[in-house]
């Protein structure tokens, strides 16, 4: 018979497995290489996007290159060269490169092939925050009713952080090449890890093309380490007005520029590795007893 301490022993690290199971995760943060480095990434803030991202000890970033050219990511700066500490080589385009950090600091990259696009990798350990980001390709734009000229439009914003999100102020200004034509505001909760609609009403929408600036003003109210994922731009064309068929929306066309850097988890050290090791465990106490005859 197994003695008690060892049964109370393997009952202690099987919990202890458990436990780190369910609170231990790691998160894999992606930056886009954007296209249009030849033009220095404008009308974006940096041709890495987003230029710094925040991390915890033990998780992992990923740059994706969506640009027709390739890139690396380089320890260093373009005026000192490489530091060492990590270099992705050589990244054709629509491939990616990930890189774990284990260490808590601040790690400056650029590209050795361009010497402009730059970033920033800020490691620190793992603390409960919130972190906003607008989901890419989430922009809704319809009529609010057929006898007006209003238009709902809505698009979706992700709490990736381990903590709520509250009383967010989004803002969200509509312009054209010279005119400012709508400025508005509203207060929202965002609970961790969901993803909430973000709507705003444009009353008397007039026809015509403009530009779409959305704002979660989170950096001082949640947390949230990275005000460049705050930020988006989108473009919407209103056509005239006309006689609409019924039931049939008027067209409302729109492109979207949000990128944003999605967190997903990394597998850990999971319950069915725990449950092999007790096994093993239980194995070797009997084995230890009873004896192994050859």
């Given at each position: 018979?197994?003695?008690f ?12 497995c ?5 609170n ?5 943060t992606?930056?886009?290489?954007v ?8 009308p974006?803030l ?15 970033v990923?740059?994706i ?20 500490i990590?270099?992705?080589g ?7 490169f ?5 260490t808590?600091g601040?790690?400056?990259y650029?590209?050795k092939t361009?010497?402009?696009p ?8 793992g603390?409960?925050?919130a972190e ?8 809704q734009?319809?009529?609010q ?8 439009i809505?698009?979706q ?30 207060k929202?909760d965002?609970?961790a890890k ?14 015509g093309?403009?530009q779409?600036?959305?704002?979660a003003?989170?950096?001082n109210?949640a ?6 994922d705050?930020?988006?731009?989108d ?8 006689t609409p ?7 409302i ?7 944003s ?9 999971g ?15 009997v ?8």
């Amino acid at each position: 018979m197994l003695r008690f301490s060892h049964l109370v022993c393997i009952v202690v690290i099987t919990i202890c497995c458990l436990i780190s199971s369910q609170n231990v995760q790691a998160y894999d943060t992606q930056v886009t290489i954007v296209n249009g480095t030849e033009n220095h990434c404008r009308p974006n803030l940096s041709c890495y996007n987003p230029f710094q991202v925040n991390v915890s000890v033990g998780d992992t970033v990923t740059w994706i290159n969506q640009d027709n050219r390739t890139h690396t990511v380089t320890t260093g700066t373009s005026n000192y060269g490489p530091q060492g500490i990590f270099d992705s080589g050589v990244i054709m385009p629509g491939k990616s490169f990930t890189q774990f950090f284990g260490t808590v600091g601040k790690y400056s990259y650029y590209d050795k092939t361009d010497m402009w696009p730059s970033g920033l990798v800020v490691v620190s350990k793992g603390f409960s925050h919130a972190e906003l980001s607008w989901v890419p390709n989430s922009l809704q734009v319809e009529k609010q009713n057929y006898t007006s000229n209003g238009i709902v439009i809505t698009k979706q914003i992700q709490n990736t952080g381990n903590a709520d999100a509250v009383s967010i102020i989004f803002t969200l200004k509509i312009k054209n090449q010279t005119s400012l034509f709508y400025n508005n505001l509203i207060k929202l909760d965002i609970p961790a890890k969901q993803i909430v609609p973000v709507t705003f009403v444009w009353a008397n929408a007039p026809s015509g093309q403009y530009q779409l600036f959305f704002d979660a003003n989170s950096a001082n109210n949640a947390g949230d380490m990275n005000a460049n994922d705050d930020r988006s731009l989108d473009l919407i064309s209103i056509p005239p007005p006309s006689t609409p068929v019924q039931n049939e929306p008027v067209p409302i066309i729109h492109q979207n520029f949000t990128i944003s850097d999605n967190t997903a988890s990394v597998p850990e050290f999971g319950a069915a590795s725990c449950l092999a090791l007790m096994v093993s465990l239980v194995s070797i106490v009997v084995l230890s007893k009873s004896g192994l005859k050859l």
